[in-house]
């Protein structure tokens, strides 16, 4: 995944790597496709306002990527999400924050990890557990 990585040592367990340590893949110039680029114009116009981020840069950092279609495909998926909940509760931008921090979160690993690393100051702990369950159910 690109947003963040992980190594398995010889005794095949989980290892986080230090961010600091991560070198960003060569930008490799791509044809998007055209329902690519509407996705990639859908996910900058979901998150602008809590991950501010031009299209073109959003188009550069899927560029990065291994595997860009999955990328934004996962982009996409969690802009679903991120607008469904947003739509549900009346929210805060610190909320939404919040929200959009917890989504990226369980890209990266397991409800495990996720509650680890994850402190909610405006989100419920029921909304949290929604929120993931949500995204686990694919």
Same mark, same amino acid.
């Given at each position: 995944m690109g947003l963040f990585d992980?190594?398995?040592n010889k005794k095949n367990s989980i290892?986080?790597?230090?961010?600091?340590?991560?070198?960003?893949?060569?930008?490799?110039?791509?044809?998007?496709? %055209? @329902?690519? @680029?509407?996705?990639?114009?859908y996910i900058e116009k979901t998150f602008g306002e809590v991950y501010p981020?031009?299209?073109?840069?959003?188009?550069?950092?899927?560029?990065r990527d291994l595997n860009p279609?999955? %990328?934004i495909a996962l982009f996409w998926y969690?802009?679903?999400?991120?607008? @469904?909940?947003?739509g549900?509760?009346?929210?805060?931008? %610190?909320?939404?924050?919040e929200l959009f921090k917890l989504l990226m979160?369980?890209?990266?690993?397991?409800?495990d990890y996720v509650m680890s690393q994850f402190q909610p100051k405006h989100l419920s702990q029921?909304?949290?557990?929604?929120?993931i369950k949500e995204v686990r159910k694919s």
């Open positions: 992980f190594l398995k290892q986080m790597i230090d961010p600091k340590e991560l070198k960003p893949l060569p930008r490799v110039k791509r044809n998007f496709s %055209e @329902k690519e @680029k509407q996705a990639i114009i981020k031009s299209a073109e840069d959003w188009i550069a950092d899927f560029e279609a999955q %990328e969690m802009a679903d999400i991120y607008n @469904k909940f947003v549900k509760y009346k929210n805060s931008l %610190e909320h939404r924050k979160l369980c890209s990266f690993g397991d409800n029921a909304e949290v557990n929604e929120i």
